[in-house]
């Protein structure tokens, strides 16, 4: 074999530790993308601005980057793709990882820690807690497990949904608001809560 185009993440470890293998890495055409079903206010805090700022606040984008994926992907600002003519940064606010201004947001919203199990409730004493939806596929469930991870030690319960991938016709939508590149059974097309979805030039926004 004298090159391939593409390792897989579950196998760039394997493919680091051979002496003869020169490794090349160049940015591709591809994003994945965390969408936050904010249409849901009987159920979710997402229509609250301060609560969607606070969870980007509190991930760690780069740490999934160089945890999760081998330091394989870069952090883009915008939905669009890096190194294209619409990616611009002009005029588009920054969420540097910000654990103690992620509190302070979600304070603000009305989401107080519990003394007995240390988790979000309002004032009501409801729960902050949600799925996150993403395909089975191995490293969609690693950056999945790592996110609810660093949510988990902001105060909110999220729970990691998995579903297998299938390919999606661009005239199907699930909603007005999200298009994701697989397929939901019905009983969770209206139901999710967040989904994780990679967009590329053979699996483009529909």
Do not use: C
């Amino acid at each position: 074999v004298e090159g391939v185009s593409r390792i897989p993440q579950e196998l760039l470890p394997e493919a680091y530790a051979l002496p003869a293998l020169s490794l090349y890495s160049a940015p591709i055409a591809e994003m994945s993308i965390l969408y936050l079903h904010h249409s849901m206010t009987e159920t979710l805090p997402f229509s609250d601005v301060r609560v969607r700022q606070a969870l980007l606040y509190g991930l760690d984008r780069q740490g999934i980057v160089d945890r999760v994926l081998s330091g394989q992907a870069l952090v883009p600002g915008t939905p669009f793709l890096p190194g294209t003519w619409a990616y611009s940064l002009s005029g588009v606010p920054t969420y540097e990882t910000d654990p103690a201004r992620a509190g302070a947001l979600l304070a603000e919203a009305g989401w107080q820690r519990d003394a007995a199990d240390g988790m979000l409730h309002d004032a009501s004493g409801r729960l902050m807690a949600f799925e996150l939806t993403a395909s089975n596929e191995q490293s969609d469930v690693a950056v999945a497990t790592d996110i609810a991870d660093q949510w988990v030690r902001l105060g909110v319960s999220v729970t990691v949904q998995t579903v297998r991938p299938r390919p999606h016709p661009s005239t199907v939508r699930f909603s007005s608001l999200i298009s994701v590149g697989f397929q939901l059974p019905p009983s969770v097309t209206q139901k999710f809560s967040l989904a994780i979805h990679s967009m590329s030039a053979s699996n483009p926004w529909p």
